[in-house]
């Protein structure tokens, strides 16, 4: 069945995740996008070739650059956040330096803050660095700040929606305002929140970077990256798609797009049940007295509480941080879980645990980690989907633990 912009238009998102016409019919009628697992593809003749090879036409040519069934996974993202393009990446990481290589040149900057994921920082001092691109990192919360930095040789204004592990949430419009006036395009890492949500075009985003291993893969199934590209700024699409496709070799594999596919038709489900969860357990935890800091955006005390339901809507994701006593402490209640799992990653359908200092920002220095405010006292936390009840006294009784 085909489905015209104009039913699609009156759909929902719960809805719109399980309606996605085919590039072209199924010769069976399947009713999931079968996974085209082949390196090729043969063409009927030397004019359809050199078409689709010198991009004339959009139709696959060879799996590193497009496949069929990656190409679904991506229309269906284009058609749940309305983004003008929509590029498949086998991780979020990939999804990052792939933007950002298409936007960030010699010579040139990026505006960012020491508040990001530890690759991300790793990516952005030490790859691009090395490559002659320098990166400004300062309070993204201050206005003022952010206009002194962006100038003529400024890329992009980078940044997580909500920073991992710290939990700060920036005002994207501010930051929109202050890079389109100097012609900047904001890049956002919007991982944390479903992009189902919230609409990132609205709130000033040229380009969203996801890494849909998390909320997007239904439970951790598979890796994966989504850059998310309103078209606001050309030169994104026009060198991901025709330049670093073919020479970086990032793109997603079949089998993984089709299970991200399968996982987008269930995200809305997941989600409330991931959000509700994580919300309850914060304010639980608030009353635990060992525990010295629940850090979670949906509390109502919490200081960007207003700015991220303003930005995002009424749920606040499903990660939250929490601080104990000390180091000692706080590797002890790892030590000590048995409900929730000691791994990482974020929105797994099961919970899980992990010491941010001692592990993603281990190789940093205690300076460089102070720096950041990564604390040795933090547990981040992702919440899954189990009862909240066995949840919360598992994390009781680990914080208890001698």
């Known amino acids: 069945m085909e489905y015209t912009d104009q039913h699609l238009d009156e759909l929902q998102c719960a809805t719109l995740a399980t309606l996605t016409n085919y590039q072209k019919p199924d010769a069976y009628g399947a009713l999931s996008m079968p996974v085209y697992h082949c390196a090729s593809y043969e063409f009927a003749t030397a004019k359809e070739m050199s078409d689709v090879f010198c991009g004339r036409v959009l139709d696959p040519e060879y799996s590193r650059v497009m496949n069929p069934t990656v190409t679904f996974f991506e229309n269906r993202v284009k058609l749940l956040t309305g983004a003008a393009n929509v590029f498949a ?14 936007l960030a040149s010699q010579g040139k900057n990026i505006v960012t803050s020491s508040h990001l994921f530890g690759n991300t920082v790793s990516f952005l001092r030490n790859t691009l660095g090395n490559l002659g691109v320098e990166t400004r990192e300062i309070n993204l919360l201050d206005r003022e700040a952010v206009e002194n930095a962006v100038d003529e040789n400024t890329c992009a204004v980078f940044l997580e929606i909500i920073t991992n592990p710290q939990m700060e949430v920036a005002d994207l419009s501010m930051l929109a305002e202050v890079a389109h006036a100097k012609n900047v395009p904001l890049v956002a890492d919007t991982t944390l929140i479903p992009f189902t949500q919230f609409d990132g075009k609205a709130l000033g985003i040229d380009a969203q ?17 989504l850059v998310i590209d309103y078209g606001t700024f050309p030169v994104i ?21 089709y299970m991200q ?7 809305e489900a997941r989600y409330k049940v991931h959000a ?22 949906g509390l109502p005390d919490n200081p960007f509480h207003e700015i991220a339901r303003k ?18 402490s706080a590797l002890n209640f790892i030590n000590n879980l048995k409900v929730v799992h000691r791994a990482s990653n974020l929105f797994d359908n099961r919970s899980l645990a992990i010491h941010p200092a001692s592990t993603i920002f281990g190789p940093f220095s205690g300076s460089q980690r102070r720096a950041m405010d990564v604390l040795d006292t933090t547990i ?23």
């Open 89 to 102: 990446f086998n991780c979020g990481m990939a999804a990052i330096s792939n933007v950002l290589f298409a």
């Open 209 to 225: 970077v996801v890494s849909s291993t998390k909320y997007i893969s239904g439970g951790a199934t598979s890796l994966g990256g």
């Open 237 to 257: 699409n026009r060198r991901i798609r025709y330049e670093l496709l073919f020479n970086l070799g990032g793109y997603m594999t079949p089998h993984a797009a």
């Open 261 to 267: 596919t399968v996982g987008l038709e269930t995200l």
């Open 276 to 297: 509700s969860n994580a919300l309850e357990l914060a304010k639980r935890l608030q009353n635990v007295p060992e525990i010295k800091r629940v850090n979670y955006t």
């Open 311 to 328: 930005q995002f809507g009424e749920t606040s994701g499903a990660m939250l941080t929490i601080d104990l006593e000390d180091k000692a």
């Open 380 to 402: 981040r936390l992702s919440i899954g989907l189990e009862n909240i009840d066995d949840i919360f006294n598992d994390i009781v009784q680990a914080v208890r633990a001698k």
